[in-house]
């Protein structure tokens, strides 16, 4: 079974979720990701707090697949509302050197600008790679089929899967 990074890349965001993991443990306590991990890895999901608002996930991917050539995936986590505010402001290129999304469906606003632009992007239909969380409340958002649909529960308390390892840049 092959080793997966989650790399967390910024711990801002502009929500304040109840059960959000980052408030689970001391993010100054995350050990910094090495380049011996990078060289053994070939899935990278990246993380955070929200990438696509306060880092540029496109140039990170660029990066780690130029500089690992075991590197073969990266997926971005992030929610729905920033997604669609990034893809309006810069286009699909945000997208460039990225196999993937997993995107959560926490709110209201969420749930709209996934149903009404996200799931409606060619560029983000074509990602090979996409996931679609929905937290409850919010089991009935229309899933195209180009996304894995996986139910979610908040968790109070994060376990990072078996084949995962977690660190920040």
Same mark, same amino acid.
């Given at each position: 079974?092959?080793?997966?990074?989650?790399?967390?890349?910024?711990?801002?965001?502009?929500?304040?979720?109840?059960?959000?993991?980052?408030?689970?443990?001391?993010?100054?306590?995350?050990?910094?990701?090495?380049?011996?991990?990078?060289?053994?890895?070939?899935?990278?999901?990246?993380?955070?707090?929200?990438?696509?608002?306060?880092?540029?996930?496109?140039?990170?991917?660029?990066?780690?697949?130029?500089?690992?050539?075991?590197?073969?995936?990266?997926?971005?986590?992030?929610?729905?509302?920033?997604?669609?505010?990034?893809?309006?402001?810069?286009?699909?290129? /945000? !997208? #460039?050197?990225?196999?993937?999304?997993?995107?959560?469906?926490?709110?209201?606003? %969420?749930? @709209?600008?996934? =149903?009404?632009?996200?799931?409606?992007?060619?560029? /983000? !239909? #074509?990602?090979?790679?996409?996931?679609?969380?929905?937290?409850?409340?919010?089991? %009935?958002? @229309?899933?195209? =089929?180009?996304?894995?649909?996986?139910?979610?529960?908040?968790?109070?308390?994060?376990?990072?899967?078996?084949?995962?390892?977690?660190?920040?840049?």
């Amino acid at each position: 079974m092959s080793v997966t990074l989650h790399l967390l890349v910024t711990s801002l965001c502009d929500r304040d979720c109840e059960y959000c993991c980052n408030k689970q443990y001391n993010l100054n306590d995350i050990p910094y990701v090495t380049e011996e991990e990078l060289d053994s890895v070939e899935h990278v999901y990246i993380t955070g707090g929200e990438p696509f608002q306060f880092t540029r996930p496109e140039e990170i991917a660029r990066k780690l697949k130029r500089e690992h050539t075991n590197i073969n995936r990266v997926v971005v986590y992030t929610n729905a509302m920033e997604l669609v505010g990034v893809l309006m402001l810069y286009g699909h290129n /945000v !997208l #460039s050197h990225l196999d993937g999304l997993n995107i959560s469906i926490k709110t209201p606003i %969420d749930k @709209k600008a996934f =149903e009404d632009y996200i799931s409606r992007n060619p560029a /983000v !239909l #074509s990602l090979p790679y996409n996931r679609l969380y929905v937290f409850p409340g919010f089991e %009935d958002t @229309k899933c195209p =089929e180009s996304f894995a649909k996986i139910r979610r529960e908040w968790q109070k308390e994060f376990v990072p899967a078996p084949n995962c390892i977690f660190r920040r840049i």
